[in-house]
């Protein structure tokens, strides 16, 4: 069955969404949940979503540099590229729309978010909200919310593709459509349209509008 949105923008999460960065970000939360003896999944299952520094507060020893530790793990982020890819057919959908219609909303920081974008070949919009331009990290609006801002649209006029319930939620709660990229199907997702990955989804421009299409699962 062929599903259709129609939007003036479309606004994308990252990780998950258009970079395959899940080797990475699990070896380093392993070894953050192995340094202060938590469980793992616990861990994972948290921090999937949203930004580093919440993750950290969450389960860091409440007497450890938060700040400190966040930054660390970041910079280890950085400096560890290998195993980043694209989603399938990511690069592709983004450049097909006209940049100037598009937006990333991420939980990672600016530098992060660009070396990851450049590491998978995935075209980086020129409308970029990173992790240091919020004081409210998903599952708040506040990204998605600064990003049709800063596109001249209402958060009605956009679509997000997202992949993770706190991104899903924060995407919702802004009032934008949401399309949601791999396999999640939990509370945070009854009746939204999803994908697997970007493959067989289509982008065409009407008028002052974009019409994306794919055949459903």
């Known amino acids: 069955m062929e599903q259709t949105v129609r939007a003036r923008a479309v606004i994308f999460d990252m990780d998950g969404t258009l970079v395959d960065s899940n080797a990475v970000v699990e070896a380093i939360w392993q070894a953050f949940a192995e340094r202060f003896d938590l469980v793992v999944a616990d861990v994972l299952g948290f921090s999937h979503g949203r930004q580093t520094i919440d993750t950290v507060r969450r389960f860091a020893p409440a007497d450890a540099d938060h700040e400190a530790l966040a930054a660390e793990l970041a910079a280890i982020e950085v400096e560890t590229p290998d195993g980043i890819v694209e989603v399938p057919g990511a690069a592709a959908f983004v450049a097909s729309i006209p940049a100037e219609r598009t937006a990333l909303v991420t939980s990672a920081p600016l530098l992060l978010a660009k070396t990851r974008m450049t590491e998978a070949g995935v075209p980086v919009p020129p409308v970029v909200v990173p992790a240091e331009d919020v004081a409210r990290g998903k599952p708040d609006p506040e990204g998605y919310l600064r990003a049709t801002e800063l596109l001249g649209l209402r ?3 956009v679509v997000v ?16 459509q949401v399309v949601v990229v791999g396999g999640y199907a939990g ?3 009854p009746g939204l349209p999803g994908t697997p990955d970007f493959t067989a989804v289509r982008a065409a421009v009407e008028g002052d509008e974009i019409v994306i299409t794919w055949d459903a699962p």
Do not use: K, L, T
Not at 161 to 176: K, L, T, V, Y
């Open 187 to 189: 509370p945070a997702a």
């Open 155 to 157: 958060p009605e006029d």
């Open 161 to 176: 593709f997202e992949d993770a319930p706190a991104g899903i939620e924060s995407a919702r709660a802004a009032g934008a």
